[in-house]
């Protein structure tokens, strides 16, 4: 009899993880349905991610947008009736948003072997809520899936043993491999007319939910494009704070500096193929550039993807406007590591994921 898996996703950086799921399902003879909880629903950044993809969702749960507390519980409640019709041997949970951590809990309650994609992962930052459901869903699974070296060590501090740890890879590289030729004839470049640009995008509460912060970004901005032309992709939550403030037009009257709607994914990673560098507070663009070896300037005080600063591209720091000039002026004079792509980050950690589950569940 075919194994049924249940996969759970609720948010944009999700949908980039599961795109090659059903295919490699297939290959395998496993019988595999897709849970969207609608965490993320729009048209602009989520929808248009899925027609790209051309993921078929199967169970579509429509929670409204709550408060974190009423939001999970509505999953859990939704998602059991989904659990009880379709009768999965196992369940997948995605990353770590609070889609996340409702699949898990849900899973666990209702004894179904629960698998975590993207495991172990940890900026050992409990302010952050992203770092609490990483650590409540990990002590859950039974099966977890790691993407880089640091989740194997983490892991195993909290007891999980090596018949419950799988070093797969990314499935993040997965979709950027898979999905190379739409990128490359993404229209994008010759609608900002730049190039050698550089890419930024900001969103994080602690450096857009401030005048304060806003006033930083504006003033690197007008220091940046004094030499170089900027693409600045604005997240509606950095619009929205730049608009509260009133800095909105201090903004838009910046010289070289082109401002962009958020972009489908296609757009995006040429935007970032083509860019002298990145400048963001994203978790996701850390491995992206990784692999597409851009220099990657990372505003935030810690990262749970180390292996982006041990191996790959990226640096982290502080924001402090002086130190990114610096940076900048070392990525100018070739003084800046080439980096190298990691480990099992080729494309096929879908496949691997599936393979690992099958064999857990014999």
Not at 1 to 24: A, D, S, W, Y
Not at 198 to 211: E, F, G, S
Not at 334 to 347: A, H, I, T
Request: charge should be negative; include cysteine.
């Amino acid at each position: 009899m075919r194994k049924k898996i249940l996969i759970v996703v609720g948010t944009r950086p999700n949908f980039v993880k599961i795109t090659q799921f059903k295919k490699e399902a297939i290959q395998q003879n496993i019988d595999l349905k897709i849970v969207h909880t609608g965490q993320h629903y729009d048209e602009k950044m989520s929808d248009v991610f899925l027609k790209q993809f051309h993921i078929e969702v199967d169970y579509f749960l429509n929670i409204s947008n709550k408060t974190p507390n009423s939001l999970i519980g509505e999953i859990m409640i939704k998602l059991e009736e989904v659990i009880t019709k379709f009768k999965p041997d196992l369940l997948l949970s995605v990353g770590d948003v609070n889609s996340t951590l409702a699949a898990s809990i849900t899973a666990n309650k209702l004894n179904v072997t629960l698998g975590h994609v993207e495991s172990g992962l940890r900026s050992l930052d409990r302010e952050m809520p992203e770092e609490i459901n990483r650590i409540l869903t990990d002590e859950i699974s039974d099966i977890c899936f790691v993407t880089e070296e640091s989740g194997i060590e983490n892991l195993k501090k909290i007891g999980k043993t090596e018949h419950q740890i799988a070093h797969v890879g990314n499935t993040m590289i997965d979709t950027l491999v898979h999905f190379q030729e739409q990128i490359e004839a993404s229209t994008v470049l010759d609608e900002i007319g730049y190039e050698n640009y550089i890419l930024v995008t900001m969103h994080r509460p602690r450096n857009v939910d401030t005048k304060e912060s806003l006033t930083k970004i504006i003033s690197l901005l007008h220091e940046v494009t004094k030499k170089h032309n900027v693409v600045f992709s604005l997240h509606p939550r950095t619009k929205n704070s730049f608009e509260k403030n009133d800095l909105l037009e201090s903004l838009t009257a910046i010289d070289n500096l082109k401002i962009i709607p958020p972009q489908n994914y296609f757009a995006f990673q040429k935007l970032i193929k083509y860019s002298f560098c990145v400048v963001t507070d994203s978790g996701g663009i850390q491995e992206e550039t990784t692999f597409q070896k851009i220099p990657c300037i990372t505003l935030r005080e810690n990262t749970e993807r180390p292996i982006t600063i041990t191996k790959g591209t990226n640096i982290l720091m502080s924001f402090d406007n002086e130190k990114i000039i610096n940076h900048l002026k070392e990525i100018e004079n070739n003084n800046f590591r080439e980096g190298e792509v990691p480990v099992l980050w080729d494309g096929y950690a879908t496949g691997r994921i599936l393979k690992k589950c099958i064999d857990f569940l014999a």
